[in-house]
Structures are given as C-alpha cells and as structure tokens.
C-alpha cells in the first residue's frame, strides 16, 4: 500500500484532479499580484485618473480574456473527455509558462520584487500543467 513506509495512507489523485488544483493555485497567484499591486506608491491614483496599464476598453478586455482562460481551465480540467482536456492544458500550460516568465523577467524593480516572486511562482505552475498534461496517464 502507497505510503505505509511514513504510517500514511496516501491515495493517486487523478490527473484531471491535479491540472484543476494547479489552475486554481495559479489564478489565486494572480490575484494576489493584483491586489497587493494596489499598495505600490501611485497605483491607485493611476486607477483613479486612468492613467495606467489598462487605460481603454480594448486593454480592458484583453485582460479580462487573458484572466478568463486560466478561470476557465479550472473547471474544464475536470470536465473535459481526456484528449481535449490534455491539448488544451498543454497548449494554455505552455502558453502561460512563457507569458508568466517574459513578465518576470520585464517586471524588475524594487517595489514589484513580490510581481516577480510570483509571476515566477505562477510561471513553476504552467510549467507543472505542461508536464502534467504530457504526462497523462494512458489506458493499459
């Protein structure tokens, strides 16, 4: 039995199961970079006057796709047949990894140092999706 060396019984989580907590683990990720974004000095005055990142409706709604992909993976991790499920977590998975990564690597300075610890962070989950949907686990 799986983990009696520790006295534990540890069970296999299925893969849909794992790609679903990895999703969630990774929107949680952005979330926290957004809101703790609010305390850098002027954030919220750029919020304020429109003065920022996302300053027309066309931004608006790029972002709002790029955010919604990962949202939706979540559930469609668990309820997709097997074969869609995997090319979509590899495709969005290897899609996320770099986007995550050239925002690490752009996003350097002082006051960002948490942005980059977590696009970092949310760049190791991608990653992990990738690899898990690879890896998906064939019938015998």
Do not use: H
Not at 104 to 118: G, I
């Amino acid at each position: 039995m799986p983990g009696t060396s520790t006295g534990l019984q540890d069970f296999t989580v299925n893969v849909k199961i794992k790609l679903a907590g990895l999703w969630a683990s990774l929107m949680f990720c952005y979330i926290y970079g957004d809101y703790f974004e609010l305390y850098v000095p002027g954030k919220t005055e750029g919020l304020v006057n429109g003065k920022n990142l996302l300053d027309s409706p066309a931004k608006l709604f790029a972002a709002t796709l790029l955010l919604t992909i990962p949202s939706l993976m979540i559930c469609l991790s668990l309820l997709l047949k097997p074969r869609v499920n995997r090319m979509l977590n590899i495709v969005w998975g290897a899609f996320y990894a770099a986007l995550m990564l050239l925002i690490a690597v752009t996003s350097f300075s002082e006051w960002r140092l948490f942005y980059v610890f977590l696009a970092l962070t949310e760049t190791i989950l991608a990653i992990t999706i990738l690899v898990t949907a690879v890896k998906w686990p064939k019938n015998m």
